[in-house]
């Protein structure tokens, strides 16, 4: 049943509620994700699936524009070739310019489009993923600081001392130290350990 919720959803295009429902249109036999942005449909003639495969068994085929048979847009596969790249490559000096080159695009359009379907560039995904590493490392690890810094792509030791205590608010020594002493006063307070 299409309830007011549903029909403001459909006319703001409201990407939030994309997954909750669909919407069919009867006189175009076409259903939609919540976030089309094809014309306003009469509401007399728009009927909601939970499922897109209700639609599909109902005899609606899908729209070619927001494809809500589950097919990503083409700027969707584009950005996950572009984290592919750099969860891959971490460890190398990742520019714009370079990524842009492993995807054949502008760097320019890169940023935007990156930017715009992940929420945040590529350089601060690039820096999250070499923190996660870092960390990981540091925790498991007796690797030296050097060899961290430059399994992670940094310079040197001196410069991921920096970098790690701008991001974490702690230096990289201070922190293994920490997680190895957490670690261990959760085995001593762990049962039967005396």
């Not at 589950?70 to 596969?77: N, S």
């Amino acid at each position: 049943m299409l309830s007011d919720q549903h029909w403001n959803a459909i006319v703001s295009s409201d990407s939030s509620f994309d997954g909750l429902f669909y919407y069919a249109v009867k006189t175009t036999g076409i259903y939609c994700r919540p976030s089309c942005r094809s014309r306003v449909p009469n509401r007399a003639h728009v009927t909601i699936f939970l499922q897109a495969e209700q639609a599909i068994a109902s005899g609606f085929r899908a729209c070619k524009r927001c494809r809500p048979e589950g097919r990503k847009l083409p700027d969707e596969e584009w950005v996950d070739q572009i984290m592919r790249i750099i969860e891959s490559r971490y460890a190398e000096p990742l520019t714009l310019d370079v990524l842009a080159d492993a995807v054949h695009g502008s760097r320019y359009h890169l940023q935007r489009t990156f930017k715009r379907v992940m929420g945040q560039s590529p350089a601060a995904c690039l820096r999250q993923i070499r923190l996660a590493e870092a960390k990981r490392l540091l925790a498991n690890t007796d690797m030296p600081m050097a060899g961290i810094a430059s399994a992670i792509g940094l310079p040197s030791a001196a410069h991921f001392a920096t970098w790690f205590h701008k991001e974490v608010e702690a230096p990289p020594s201070e922190y293994r130290r920490n997680y190895r002493n957490l670690t261990i006063d959760q085995q001593e307070g762990a049962p039967g350990h005396e």
